[in-house]
């Protein structure tokens, strides 16, 4: 179920804006973002699951130069 999948960390298998599909663990999962963009590629980490809503947010983000 995705109520296991709190604070795990996945890959986004398409660009996530705000919705698309991460995996975790070789299982692709529908997620969203809390609104911000996240390129396709990028590491992620489930914040919250609610339901089958899986919110996930940006691990490691890059540092403005």
Do not use: C, H, M, W
């Amino acid at each position: 179920p995705e109520s296991d999948l709190k604070d795990a960390i996945g890959e986004a298998t398409s660009q996530l804006r705000p919705a698309g599909t991460a995996i975790f663990g070789g299982r692709p999962v529908q997620v969203v973002t809390e609104g911000t963009l996240i390129d396709r590629g990028a590491r992620v980490r489930v914040v919250d699951v609610t339901g089958n809503r899986v919110v996930v947010e940006l691990v490691d983000p890059p540092v403005d130069s």
